[in-house]
């Protein structure tokens, strides 16, 4: 089992950057793959970005379009979101997700954190 806690959530302007963390704790992060997935205002759950264990392989959904990107530190215990060049339809609560079998399993949930993006 798997305990996971965001942070780095906050307000920004459009086209400014954030950086989530995921801290995990309880199992070795090496068998376990990650992803991000977010919920905004009148919409439902999209699904941000994933890493593979091995952190070779990322997948990001269609509307991040190379603005951000996930990467993991397994010594460290966290796994991050780069998000640059942010949006105001980028507003919603952001969640870490972890999973031994899939890149966007969600066996493992966090509580979430919130980014504001607005002028």
């Known amino acids: 089992q798997l305990g996971l806690v965001e942070s780095g959530g906050g307000s920004v302007q459009p086209g400014g950057s954030l950086t989530l963390s995921c801290a995990a704790s309880g199992s070795p992060l090496e068998y376990f793959y990650f992803a991000w997935f977010r919920r905004t205002p009148g919409a439902g759950r999209d699904g941000v970005a994933c890493?593979?264990?091995?952190?070779?392989?990322?997948s990001y959904g269609l509307f991040v379009k190379g603005r951000f990107t996930i990467s993991r530190d397994d010594a460290k215990k966290t796994v991050y979101l780069q998000m640059d060049n942010l949006k105001p339809e980028d507003t919603g609560t952001y969640y870490c997700?972890?999973?031994?079998?899939?890149?966007?399993?969600?066996?493992?949930w966090g509580q979430g954190t919130q980014v504001t993006v607005s002028s």
């Open positions: 890493i593979s264990i091995d952190g070779r392989e990322r």
């Open positions: 997700a972890a999973d031994r079998a899939f890149c966007w399993g969600t066996t493992e």
